[in-house]
């Protein structure tokens, strides 16, 4: 039952879900752990069947990171599912990146020159050469409706994204200021698995 309170005038209005007990509590300790993941640079898939308590989630988190010194960059995955074409996706996905963090995008002919062979590592080495080392802050990059991976045409090259940018991080000390946040509903060993990404990549954070 919606609980509820009395506004100035002495009418009855409902409380806003957010600001009732399971919800709320729900809400702060899902941010708190998070937010922790993100600034101890560990990623995280954030699993949760409730689609209201996830994108509040994620955008409480977003604002209370910014308060932090975290800059961000934000990726609906919902995209996938009219893309076939990997380059003309990384490409949008550089631009989009380019503009939410403030950098340039490559000069000339950079993105054809370097994405021939692979646009995927086109995109990492963007971040490798370009973002990073431009960077005054940690960075996160935080993809949403990860359920899309289940079913779309690129998953395996968003799945070869994640799996460059790990290896990026393990061995490139600049990338250990980089970390991803996922977001979706389906369980985290059923997405790894049917990426075959490594589930020890990611800490689950369960709603």
């Given amino acids: 039952m919606m609980r509820i309170q009395k506004d100035i005038s002495g009418r009855r209005q409902a409380l806003p879900r ?7 509590s729900r809400l702060l300790e899902a941010k ?16 949760g069947e409730d ?9 409480d988190t977003a604002l209370r990171l910014a308060d932090l010194g975290q800059t961000a960059a934000y990726f609906d995955l919902t995209d996938l599912a009219y893309q076939y074409d990997v380059a003309k996706w990384m490409h949008n996905n550089l631009r989009l990146l380019a503009i939410q963090l403030n950098v340039p995008l490559p000069e000339g002919d950079w993105w054809e020159t370097h994405s021939v062979e692979d646009p995927v590592t086109a995109f990492v080495q963007f971040l490798g050469e370009t973002v990073l080392p ?6 996160l990059l935080s993809f949403d409706e990860a359920d899309q991976l289940l079913k779309v045409p690129l998953a395996n090259d968003f799945w070869r994204l994640l799996t460059l940018i790990e290896a990026a991080r393990l061995h490139q000390p600049k990338f ?8 979706g509903s389906a369980s985290w060993e059923i997405l790894a698995d049917n990426g075959r990404f490594p589930t020890a990549a990611l800490k689950p954070i369960i709603l």
């Fill in 18 to 24: 957010s600001q009732t007990g399971p919800f709320k």
């Fill in 32 to 47: 708190a752990q998070v937010v922790t993941a993100v600034l101890s640079g560990k990623s995280s898939y954030v699993q």
């Fill in 51 to 59: 689609a209201p308590l996830r994108y509040r989630l994620l955008t």
């Fill in 134 to 139: 431009q960077a005054e802050k940690p960075i």
């Fill in 176 to 183: 250990e200021e980089l970390t991803i946040v996922m977001w």
